[in-house]
T-cell receptor, first 110, second 112 residues
Framework: EDQVTQSPEALRLQEGESSSLNCSYT??????LFWYRQDPGKGPEFLFT???AGEEKEKERLKATLTKKESFLHITAPKPEDSATYLC???????????FGAGTRLFVKA | DAMVIQNPRYQVTQFGKPVTLSCSQT?????MYWYQQKSSQAPKLLFH???????NEADTPDNFQSRRPNTSFCFLDIRSPGLGDAAMYLC???????????FGPGTRLTVL
């Protein structure tokens, strides 16, 4: 069964303190791995799509990497506005169903 | 800007009173999805449409149904809402199903 586990559940950082969020996944044939940002009471906002192991993508202070079993979202020198829940999701080659993790809630304090 | 729109943003209904949530898109995507998200939980896929083809997840209760009258619009009908159906309902679209999904702002459903 396809599964996504994110850790930690919550992460508190000081402004400027870099860290990484983990997404471990099990899927029968990976079609794509997705990272989203979700602010309270809003819909998920797309960040990255990764398709194959070794792939990396960057956007401002965020960098996503992918291996065959997990993905990391690296946050460099975070700012308070980076506070949000970060969701990881995978889609297998068996269909269109996308499995989401429960997310990591990130709090960045000024 | 091309986008996914959900109405209403907040919906309050009574136990057992039918409710319909609306989603529209200007992206001209082929696939539209409905997710249920409860507090601090992962979004859970209820069903999706690929064009007019409806695909229901095995564990989606019969109480939930959907309609897609045209490419732009999709509706979620909850026939007899229970207290456990209180959640955020998210609509998403993707071009062909095997690619990135773009989400609307969600509808927060409260059941009294």
């Amino acid at each position: 069964e396809d599964q996504v586990t994110q850790s930690p559940e919550a992460l508190r950082l000081q402004e400027g303190e870099s860290s990484s969020l983990n997404c471990s996944y099990t899927v029968s044939g990976l079609r794509g791995l997705f990272w989203y940002r979700q602010d309270p009471g809003k819909g998920p906002e797309f960040l990255f799509t990764l398709y194959s192991a070794g792939e990396e993508k960057e956007k401002e202070r965020l960098k996503a990497t992918l291996t065959k079993k997990e993905s990391f979202l690296h946050i460099t020198a975070p700012k308070p506005e980076d506070s949000a829940t970060y969701l990881c999701a995978v889609q297998g080659t068996g269909g269109f169903k996308t499995i989401f993790g429960a997310g990591t809630r990130l709090f960045v304090k000024a | 800007d091309a986008m996914v729109i959900q109405n209403p943003r907040y919906q309050v209904t009574q136990f057992g009173k039918p409710v319909t949530l609306s989603c529209s898109q200007t992206l001209n995507h082929n696939v539209m999805y409905w997710y249920q998200q409860k507090s601090s939980q992962a979004p859970k896929l209820l069903f999706h449409y690929y064009d007019k083809d409806f695909n229901n997840e095995a564990d989606t209760p019969d109480n939930f149904q959907s309609r897609r009258p045209n490419t732009s619009f999709c509706f979620l009908d909850i026939r007899s809402p229970g207290l456990g159906d209180a959640a955020m309902y998210l609509c998403a679209t993707s071009r062909n199903g095997g690619d990135t999904q773009y989400f609307g702002p969600g509808t927060r459903l409260t059941v009294l």
